[in-house]
C-alpha cells in the first residue's frame, strides 16, 4: 500500500468532475486500499478519488471511532434523501478550516463494492454526511461552495499564503 498526495483547495483538479469506474479489478482494489491508507493516515473520515488525483466516480469512507468500519463505494448514486441536518465540516482538501453545512440528514444509494457487486443502502448521521460530501467531491464540489463567495476567498487566500511560507522554508 502506498500513501497518496492530496490535492488542496484551490487546486484545479479538485474541480474536475470525475468519470465512472468501469472495471472493479485488483488495480482499482489496490487504489482503494491506498486511498484507504491516505484518509487514516490523513487523519480523516472519507476521501474521494478526486482529492487524490484520481478522476473516477470512487469513494471511501470510516465514521467510526475504532476506524474499523471501512465503506466503499464505487460509481455511488444518490436515490433518495429526506430530513435536514447541520454539522460542523471539514476537508482533507481544505485543512484546518470547519465550517457548518447543511445536508440531508438519511439517503439511500446505490453503488458497487470493492468487488465490483451492486449494493443499495440506506444511511443517516455521520455516514450520510460524509457520503455526500464526497459525492460532491466526484461533481467537482467542495464543501466551502456551501459558504459566502467572502468566507471562500478568505479561505482561499490563507491556504495559498500558508503555501507560500512552507515552499519559502523549503527553499531556505
Do not use: W
Not at 498526495?5 to 468532475?17: A, N, S
Not at 478526486?50 to 448514486?77: G, Y
Not at 459566502?148 to 495559498?160: D, G, H, P, T, V
Request: with cysteine; hydrophobic share 40%; aromatic share 6%.
Amino acid at each position: 500500500m502506498a500513501k497518496l498526495t492530496i490535492l488542496e483547495f484551490p487546486d484545479p483538479r479538485l474541480r474536475k468532475k470525475a468519470v465512472p469506474v468501469d472495471t472493479v479489478d485488483d488495480a482499482l482494489r489496490a487504489l482503494i486500499d491506498d486511498m484507504f491508507e491516505t484518509m487514516y493516515a490523513a487523519p480523516g473520515i472519507g476521501l474521494a478519488a478526486t482529492q487524490v488525483d484520481v478522476h473516477r466516480r470512487l469513494l471511501v469512507a470510516d465514521v467510526s471511532a475504532d476506524k474499523d468500519d471501512p465503506h466503499v463505494f464505487i460509481n455511488p448514486e444518490i436515490l433518495e434523501k429526506d430530513g435536514v441536518t447541520v454539522t460542523e465540516e471539514g476537508c482533507l482538501s481544505v485543512p484546518g478550516y470547519y465550517e457548518e453545512v447543511k445536508r440531508a440528514e438519511h439517503i439511500r444509494v446505490r453503488y458497487l463494492d470493492r468487488d465490483g457487486r451492486e449494493r443499495e443502502g440506506e444511511f443517516e448521521g455521520l455516514l450520510a454526511v460524509c457520503v455526500q460530501h464526497e459525492i460532491d467531491h466526484l461533481d467537482g464540489k467542495l464543501f466551502v461552495d456551501y459558504l459566502s463567495e467572502a468566507k471562500r476567498s478568505r479561505i482561499r487566500k490563507k491556504l495559498e499564503k500558508e503555501r507560500r511560507h512552507q515552499a519559502a522554508a523549503v527553499v531556505a
